[in-house]
């Protein structure tokens, strides 16, 4: 099983970063680690993924760990529209299906 | 953007009666999967397909559940003789690949109600 272990919930001002953090101790090598978000009664949605080195996009940066254990989204400016549940998700070798965990709930206070 | 689409948005059957769940994927995309989720309960997997083919089932995908690609866009999931604790949403996804940095795109969902 694809094992991630997140915050089960967290909370940040409007306009302020956000620092998510994943533990995925037991990685291999040739993992990725994902990020998929879940918008209240939609369906979930891909934010971003690596390997080793730091990524960005226009949703978002994922800073990885130096021995891969650990992981952060950041959200550099949060706005009431990234209110969801935040899956850290890791894609095994051999297994292409999604394993979703309970995830992290992020909430924007205004 | 391309997207998933899913019909109907919402479906309400009676206990016993069969479903077809329609989901058109992104159209350049070869790997469709369903999930589901109870609500309140996490995101759970039930098929891949590729080729034409079940590629990998889950626990919860037995005899009474079916997939298939009846055409070049259509993707859908059949429940043959639902079951209350088939209430759930259900949500259907492509990707491009299976490779491991592969994105996997999902859809809004469809929301069935058993009765």
């Known amino acids: 099983d694809a094992k991630t272990t997140q915050p089960n919930s967290m909370e940040s001002n409007e306009e302020e970063p956000v620092h998510l953090p994943c533990n995925h101790s037991t990685i291999s090598g040739t993992d990725y680690i994902h990020w998929y978000r879940q918008l209240p009664s939609q369906g979930p949605e891909y934010v971003i993924h690596?390997?080793?080195s730091n990524v960005n996009n226009r949703m978002a940066s994922l800073a990885i760990a130096e021995d891969r254990k650990s992981s952060t989204l950041i959200l550099h400016r949060a706005t009431l529209r990234d209110a969801a549940v935040y899956y850290c998700?890791?894609?095994?070798?051999?297994?292409?299906?999604?394993?979703f965990g309970t995830g992290t709930r992020l909430t924007i206070i205004p | 953007e391309p997207e998933v689409t899913q019909t109907p948005s919402h479906q309400v059957t009676q206990m016993g009666q069969e479903v077809i769940l329609r989901c058109v994927p992104i159209s350049n995309h070869l790997y469709f999967y369903w999930y589901r989720q109870i609500l309140g309960q996490k995101v759970e997997f039930l098929v891949s397909?590729?080729?034409?083919?079940?590629?990998?089932k889950s626990e919860i995908f037995d005899d009474q559940f079916s997939v298939e690609r009846p055409d070049g866009s259509n993707f859908t999931l059949k429940i043959r003789s639902t079951k209350l604790e088939d209430s759930a949403m259900y949500f259907c996804?492509?990707?491009?690949?299976?490779?491991?940095?592969?994105?996997?795109?999902f859809g809004p969902g469809t929301r069935l109600l058993v009765l």
């Open positions: 996804a492509s990707a491009k690949s299976r490779a491991l940095q592969e994105t996997q795109y």
């Open positions: 397909f590729y080729n034409n083919e079940i590629s990998e």
């Open positions: 690596g390997l080793t």
């Open positions: 998700i890791r894609s095994n070798f051999g297994n292409e299906k999604l394993t």
